[in-house]
Structures are given as structure tokens and as C-alpha cells.
């Protein structure tokens, strides 16, 4: 992957995670990956439609994965998908809190695990600077 694919990538998310929406100007330490949304283990598709901006915290928690299981129901859920899914659709917040508006926000939420209290700590410092 070339320079000019990253850097298309960073400047079509606006410089955020595509999953929980963090800023990279927030964490100015720790540089975002060009995520896979479908993994290189399953497919070898670097094209711009199968990649994602993503904070570490996301892409370490998503890794591999297309999909999950509702822990109430045990029915596959699929994850969001950057690409085809608008954002809005399926996450919303509640004060520093993300929340999911579909099964799909609220299974990526979960394995993405992006309400933990370190990471809704941040966002509430976030949320005092305008930054979110």
C-alpha cells in the first residue's frame, strides 16, 4: 500500500476512526491504522472500498472479524462496514457514551468494545474541548 492510498484513506475519514469516530488529534501519540475491513487473511484486497481509518483500540478489537453473535440470542450479527454503511444509521451518542441505533451498532459497540470506561473517559475530556 502506497503513501497516497494511506493518505487518501486518512483524509476521506476526516482524520477519525470509522468505528467510535475519535479524532486522531486526540491521541497526537498513537497514529491510526489503515484497517482491512475485510481481513488480508481472507481476501487480498487493498482497493480503497475494503479499507478504513481506525483508531488502535477499534482495529485491535475488530481484527479479524465480519461479524458477531448477539450475546442475548446467539444469532449472527454482522459488523458495520464502513463502506456501505452510513455511520448515523447505526451508532449515536449519549454524552460520551456511543450507543448502537441498530443491531449493528450495538454488536459492533460491543466486540469493538467501545464503551469502556477509559475510552468513554476520553470522550467525555472530548466533549468539554469541543473535540467530538
Same mark, same amino acid.
Given at each position: 500500500?502506497?503513501?497516497a @492510498? ?7 475519514? +476526516? ?7 475519535? &479524532?486522531?488529534?486526540?491521541? &497526537?501519540? @498513537?497514529?491510526? =491504522?489503515? +484497517? =482491512?475491513?475485510?481481513?488480508?487473511? =481472507?481476501?487480498?484486497d ?14 485491535? =478489537?475488530? #481484527? &479479524?472479524?465480519?461479524?458477531? @453473535?448477539?450475546?442475548?440470542?446467539? +444469532?449472527?450479527?454482522?459488523? *458495520?462496514? &464502513?463502506?456501505?454503511?452510513?455511520? +448515523? ?5 449519549? #454524552?460520551?457514551?456511543?450507543? #448502537?441505533?441498530?443491531?449493528? #451498532? ?16 476520553m470522550?467525555?475530556e472530548? @466533549?468539554? *474541548?469541543?473535540?467530538?
Amino acid at each position: 500500500m502506497d503513501a497516497a @492510498l494511506r493518505q487518501f484513506v486518512r483524509t476521506r475519514a +476526516e482524520q477519525r476512526c470509522e468505528y467510535c469516530r475519535l &479524532p486522531q488529534i486526540a491521541a &497526537p501519540y @498513537l497514529l491510526f =491504522h489503515i +484497517e =482491512h475491513i475485510e481481513a488480508q487473511q =481472507h481476501v487480498k484486497d487493498d482497493s480503497p472500498e475494503n479499507l478504513a481509518l481506525a483508531c488502535p483500540d477499534c482495529n485491535r =478489537h475488530k #481484527g &479479524p472479524n465480519l461479524v458477531t @453473535l448477539n450475546s442475548l440470542t446467539r +444469532e449472527i450479527v454482522r459488523l *458495520f462496514q &464502513p463502506r456501505r454503511d452510513v455511520w +448515523e444509521n447505526h451508532f449515536e451518542y449519549n #454524552g460520551a457514551i456511543l450507543e #448502537g441505533r441498530s443491531p449493528v #451498532g450495538q454488536a459492533t459497540i460491543r466486540l469493538l468494545q467501545i464503551n469502556t470506561i477509559e475510552r468513554v473517559e476520553m470522550r467525555a475530556e472530548l @466533549l468539554n *474541548f469541543g473535540d467530538i
